[in-house]
């Protein structure tokens, strides 16, 4: 059973025309009816480049903004339907973000700032919270003697490994995390990726990763979806991303990722730039930069329908083009 | 003239007027660059030796604090002052010691010669002015006398379309913030490559660039190096991007090489343990594990290095030696060397999960 699932949810920011900013010119539709579901327990990964609307759609999911239309359920029920300051939802759904220099308070020592949740959401105090920031330190893997510290006697992976226990301290279902490791360094990401997993499995958590990296959401999630332009064009099981992925933008996005083995062959790119989100092309949103556009591509937007069991697809041609990207990885 | 002055320099060696072809083009020798703060002295860069030769893309790699950037800036002698100083070492570019340069010489190869892109093309423009502009800046500060303003703003034109901008005619009239990200550092590389210099000095420029982006201005880079000769210094902390552009890598850690070779030769068989270590944890795309392999502990703070090799207290193969002296290169193949006591094929530092 789904945990979360989200259908059809859009979010629609006004563009203000001139200086009259009640008047709007438009909308950038930053995330255009998309749907997914994330079953207990498990990670979904969501890739896209800049602009293609996954922190906004992350930002959604933590009610951090108001969806123009759709709607998400959590555990069975409408998100919207909860009564008003929706504590519990705030405390069973906890996010870690990709800046570990901004998103710790520096004025607050390591042991406030993780006791911070449990006081605001009245789990623990006094010396049972003291206890519980030990604890958590110890599982992300600082020294508990380092709670009387500040933010910036700390390294970016040791300030993550802060985020998490802090994310973690209220005994969350689920977790998002936006760009987790993106600012850190490459041999600490494998680090915190590798604990991300190790505490999914002690406390049963529920993922939402988001990443631009192809490859650490191909290793951390089970099941991945692929934005472009505010829409999902392509959501499949992680071990089918690399070799079996279908939707030619998906395709034009892992032959761009550089393969860290000179032997590889430099593959054929996408050329072009993604159009504004505020006037995306008719049809499909990807269709100026797809090698494989037909005429009906110009005009009728694909939906996303299920091409293969668990493999859904957003394009017209899928299981007719080429399935197989141009590059793929050689396995060790 | 500064070859004349070169020649007193050097008295001994053939008579040069021009790089002999066993001279690289830049040849880093010893380099020093030291931080002198209150509180002790930071070794940024220490004991640093490397060439470039002509044409060759040459790929710095490390961390962040590894030394890569502070390198860069050490040949272009830009090392933030007061703190910053270059205590040691020689940086001979086509045959001069640029250490040994007044500061007006100086100006006459930074930018000029040798010059750079960095890693955020937004905060590297001036948004005030138009990109014709910043372009012609280049050659209005490098101009020979005969030059006019119609030749400059033709060469303008010119110059943007080398680095593929569309409608480039129109476009000298914008300004950067009417410009993608990735158009953003096409203009970035437009001024590097104005003054037609030997060697261009990127700082990863292309970390904040999306994927798709990314690839297109690293095939940019390749095409701009086979049709002007150029040579590339290209930092990076992506051992993709390595791969796929460089013919040479020089890894660093904690400010020294502690290998360096053909990128092929790094790749198929690194011998430091560090760098066999960073190989095998970066993830890759459809070669999915449960766990991936991971490098414990951190790099070490650069104001108390370890004694020995800086790389020890992570390593697993760390023997008495290794923190009582600094290790040697060790040769290990054509044009390949590893900083390493126990340089060659092991198994990596590291271990598969937590």
Redesign the interface.
Known sequence: MPLLEVSGLTKHFPEPRGFAFWRTAGAVRAVDDVSFAIDEGSTFGLVG??GCGKTTLSRLILLLQQPTSGTIRFAGRDVATLRDPRTEYRRVVQAVFQDPYSSLNPRMTIGDLIAEPLIVHRVLAGQAAQRRVAELLEFV?LNPDTRKRYPHEF?G?QRQRVAIARALAVGPKFVVFDEPVSAL???????I???L??IQREFKLTYLLIA?????V??VSEICGVMYLGKMMEICP??E???KSMHPYTQ?????????????P?PE???G??PSPLHPPPGCRFHTRCRFTVPLCRTQEPPLREVEARHWVACHLAGQVGTAPTQ????? | MSANAMEIRDPPGPPQTAPTATEPLLAVAGLRTHFFTRYGIIRAVDGVTFNVGEGEIVGLVGESGSGKTMTSLSILRLVPLPAGRIVAGSIRFRGRDLLQLSEAEMRAVRGKQISMILQDPLTSLNPVYTIGNQVAESFLFHRDPATTRRDIASRVIEVLRRVRIPAAERLVRAYPHQFSGGMRQRVCAAIAIASRPALLIADEPTTALDVTIQAQFLQLLKRLRSEANLSIIYITHDLGVVARLCTRVIVMYAGRVIESGPVRAIYKSPGHPYTRALMKSVPRLGDRHERLFQIDGQPPYLMNMPPGCAFRPRCPNAQAICGQELPPDMPLGEGHAAACWFAGPRPAAGREGA
């Open positions: 480049e800049s893997g390294s992976g360094d490459v041999s600490i990401r494998a680090q990726l590798n604990l997993v190790n631009h990296d192809l490859a650490v191909e290793h992680s071990v991303l690399a070799r034009a996005l892992i032959a761009s990722v550089p393969v860290a083995d000179p032997d590889v430099e790119i996408v050329t730039e993604a793929t990885a050689p396995s060790a």
